[in-house]
């Protein structure tokens, strides 16, 4: 949305309340509202657009990963650049075909990168501001030109991408080097390029032909529920996918529950950790389970008392392969902690499609580099100040991406998926419920 300022009704405010000149702590205390009372309406405009001149941010300052070589900054001239050294330096990475071009490069102003002119409003509607619209995962850059949106995409294509798949929405549908639209269409997803960094070019459709569907009602078990899953379609993306597959959801305690999904008919590596239930299932739980089995079946974890969706996935996004499995839920807020071990930059995470890989090396710590232990484990401080706790008990080789919808996708290539989920509420409460069962 674009701020409207009308020049002569400005003049007519000036003559009347004298030149407007104001520091943002007057602004801030409704100065101008109070001074030019008379003619609320148009001062409110001001107002509004003052609140985005002022308060915003004027231009930030970020990763393009198609920056032409000609605008790249070199950020590691010196030899031994990699990945984890550039983002440890906080610039941007991207590696380059052609010889000479730095594949480490600072960040650009997007102010100067799209002009105003070419700017496609990504926010037309009411109440615009810069948390709107980097949630919304486009670009917030104040202008001077009234026409011009503060809130825009960087290309029409990547706003035509946008209205199929929005981009904080998007699961990678080919993590692994090497997309190509050839190759990413073949898999049923949808490719579709952008400047935004991270953001996945290949990516899976809302309505695919991919994950698992119900086969029959659920069946009551003695600690909870199980559902029988087939796979949906002939694609596969990484082969030798299994089907059927069973869903066990068990109801351990008032404050934990398990869910796990596995293969009936073949026995696979399990972590050899025997977390005891209660042998009586708990009668007043503090959570609701919920299954949803629409086109893809979609299974919900909800606290009882405030009703927050705690869990929540598309098993249409579910795989199940030999060597491959990936599971993707949205989470309540984007203030998530945990993920070990790593040296992270700061205990609350990026959700800006950023990776974490977990598997034991013995290596100097590095910025995003795996090291020594692997705790696959992580506390969400949700909207209201609760907590809960997820761990996936897997020791394979596996990795999170966390995404701005905000959402989590697990990725592991081999045993089963095994989920325990701690319900608090209070952090401390996470952390006794998550240790109480190692003792």
Not at 9 to 15: I, R, V
Not at 91 to 101: F, L, R
Not at 403 to 428: A, C, K, N, Q, V
């Amino acid at each position: 949305m674009v701020p409207k300022m009308n020049p002569g009704k400005n003049q007519e405010l000036e003559e009347k309340c004298g030149t407007i000149k104001l520091s943002i702590e007057e602004f801030n205390k409704g100065t101008l509202l109070q001074s030019c009372e008379a003619e609320s309406g148009a001062a409110a405009g001001i107002v509004k657009y003052l609140d985005a001149i002022l308060v915003q941010p004027a231009c930030s300052r970020s990763c393009l990963a198609s920056l032409s070589p000609q605008l790249r900054k070199d950020c590691h001239p010196d030899p031994g650049a990699s990945e984890a050294s550039c983002l440890a330096r906080d610039c941007c990475w991207s590696p380059w075909k052609t010889p000479g071009v730095p594949w480490c490069f600072e960040k650009v102003d997007l102010c100067s990168i799209v002009p105003d002119s070419q700017r496609v409003d990504c926010h037309p509607e009411a109440g615009a501001n810069k948390a709107a619209c980097v949630k919304q995962g486009c670009h917030w850059c104040a202008s001077e030109n009234s026409t011009a949106p503060f809130c825009f995409y960087n290309s029409k294509e990547e706003a035509t991408c946008s209205a199929i798949v929005p981009i904080q929405k998007r699961v990678d549908c080919h993590p692994q080097p090497g997309a190509s639209r050839e190759i990413c269409e073949a898999k049923g997803c949808v490719w579709c390029s952008t400047t935004i960094a991270n953001v996945p070019w290949c990516f899976y459709p809302e309505d695919g032909p991919h994950g698992y569907t119900m086969k029959d009602v659920p069946q009551r078990t003695a600690q909870g529920w199980r559902l029988t899953l087939n796979k949906r379609g002939n694609i596969s993306l990484f082969g030798n996918d299994i089907s059927p597959i069973v869903m066990d959801i068990e109801f351990h305690t008032e404050d934990r529950l398990r869910f796990k999904i596995y293969d009936p008919n073949n026995k696979r590596f399990e972590v050899p950790l025997n977390i005891e239930s209660s042998s009586n299932v708990p009668i007043e739980p503090n959570y609701d389970v919920e299954f949803v089995n629409d086109t893809v079946l979609q299974f919900r974890v909800i606290r009882k008392k405030t009703r927050t969706v705690l869990w929540e996935t598309t098993l249409g996004g579910l795989i199940f392969s030999d060597q491959y499995m990936q599971m993707m839920t949205s989470v309540p807020s984007t203030s998530i902690y945990g993920f070990g071990e790593h040296e992270h930059p700061s205990f609350k995470h990026d959700m800006n499609y950023v990776r974490y890989g977990m598997f034991s090396r013995d290596q100097s710590p590095g910025a995003f580099s795996n090291l020594y232990g692997v705790h696959p484990f992580y506390m969400c401080i949700e909207k209201d100040f609760n907590a809960h706790g997820v761990l996936l008990l897997n020791s394979n080789a596996q990795d999170v991406t966390l995404s701005p919808f905000p959402s989590l996708t697990f990725r592991t290539i081999g045993g089963i998926l095994d989920f325990y989920m701690f319900l608090g509420p209070t952090p401390e409460n996470v952390i006794q419920q998550y240790t109480k069962p190692m003792d």
